[in-house]
């Protein structure tokens, strides 16, 4: 059997005061969540959901979550095979699908990992790494939609 590790995050919610009516679309949609030891996060709802766009929101958060733990899982399996990355970047993208009830659920993230390595003959080998990241990664592991990979890759 593996560990187990506790996470933790608090979370903070005012009103800002009398709200234009009491239905939750018009409360502040504004809050902090404060995880200890590391700055407070200032998140909002997405601005398609009547949030403060220049705040985080719980969409960007989870994306974020996803790219960022498949990079380090990533770089993880490549230094267990002797492949030296020199940069790696992404610019992600996940599709959220609401429905007419009000529900909704993420139904795809697509990453674009681009990666330079220092060995031009291990390309392809390093290509094909992302599927085992892919399968290492926390966060892939726990989400219910299909995350694909659209890699590229050079060497110098």
Sequence with gaps: MGFKHLFKAKLDWFSKGKE?????RNYTKSHTIAI???EILNVSAAKAFKGDPQ???P????????VSCHMMSYLYVCSQN????LSYSDAAEATLEVLENGSGRF?????????????TEKINEALSLHAKANELCFIAN???F???????????
Excluded at 20 to 24: E, G, I, K, R
Excluded at 112 to 117: G, S
């Design 107 to 119: 139904t795809e993230v697509r990453l674009y990992p681009k990666v330079t390595i220092s060995q």
């Design 20 to 24: 234009a009516d009491s239905t939750t």
């Design 142 to 144: 726990s989400c219910n």
């Design 59 to 66: 969409e960007d958060l989870l994306l974020s979550s996803v």
């Design 36 to 38: 200890e030891g590391k």
């Design 82 to 85: 002797g492949i030296e990355v």
């Design 55 to 57: 705040l985080y929101n």
């Design 146 to 156: 299909p995350i694909v990979h659209f890699a590229s890759c050079e060497g110098v």
